[in-house]
């Protein structure tokens, strides 16, 4: 079973717009929550990460959005630019701060985005 | 980029024959993690270690081991590898707290014909 679903393979997005890319989760147990970034031939890169206390996290462009009660969150890159054109992974894990959890990441299948010039 | 390095970068081997891939870290982070790439699944956790000599498995670990002797390395070997275990395989580190970020090294793209 998916505990973490990316539902769109791919998007396309034009230069300068709004790029959204969707993530649902399953598990109520989860409670931080990631982005990265892989471009070809390259690891994962992170980008950004939401605690479950919090419903929005921003940096630059970049902006995620969470909706505990729908298990929903999103990721806002805001304006879209053609070196942003990479497979995007939402992730998340179960633990609390200090616990000495394990940070056992479950990742999402990817959305492959393409920012048009 | 965070000091991760994984050892080979490519390698091409039979089915049945023993394969180790290395991860090395300069960060000096206490966990340190394998995952495997496929397309459809994402990245899925083979195994991970909390420390020198502690280790556990994830969501798809049979078939694999790790062992850690040192900080800086971990390692995992496919004892007799099958053609279901070519994959791109990734290492990962992180610090202690659950609220800290997984870095990644740039992958293992491992064939077993």
């Known amino acids: 079973d998916q505990q973490v679903k990316q539902n769109s393979p791919s998007l396309s997005v034009q230069e300068g717009r709004i790029s959204i890319l969707n993530c649902d989760y399953t598990?109520?147990?989860?409670?931080?929550f990631l982005w990265y970034k892989k471009y070809p031939a390259e690891g994962p890169t992170f980008l950004i990460s939401?605690?479950?206390?919090?419903d929005k996290n921003e940096d630059g462009r970049f902006t995620v959005f969470l909706n505990k009660s729908a298990k929903h969150l999103s990721l806002h890159i805001v304006p879209s630019q053609p070196g942003d054109s990479a497979v995007y992974f939402c992730?998340?894990?179960?633990?609390?701060?200090?616990?000495?959890?394990?940070?056992?990441?479950?990742f999402g299948t990817g959305t492959l985005l393409a920012v048009q010039p | 980029d965070a000091g991760i390095t994984q050892s080979p970068r490519h390698k091409v081997t039979e089915t049945g024959t023993p394969v180790t891939l290395r991860c090395h870290q300069t960060?000096?982070?206490?966990?340190m993690y394998w995952y495997r790439q496929d397309p459809g699944h994402g990245l899925r956790l083979i195994h991970y270690?909390?420390?020198?000599?502690?280790?556990d498995k994830g969501e798809v670990s049979d078939g694999y081991s790790v062992s850690r002797s040192k900080t800086e390395d971990f390692l995992l070997t496919l004892e007799s590898a099958t053609s279901s275990q070519t994959s791109v395989y990734f290492c990962?580190?992180?610090?202690?707290?659950?609220?800290?970020?997984?870095?990644f090294g740039d992958g293992t793209r491992l064939s077993i014909l």
């Open positions: 992730a998340a894990s179960a633990g609390s701060v200090g616990s000495g959890a394990t940070n056992k990441l479950i």
């Open positions: 990962a580190i992180s610090g202690r707290y659950s609220n800290q970020p997984q870095h």
């Open positions: 598990n109520s147990m989860f409670d931080y």
């Open positions: 939401i605690s479950s206390i919090k």
């Open positions: 960060e000096n982070h206490r966990y």
């Open positions: 270690s909390y420390g020198v000599k502690d280790t």
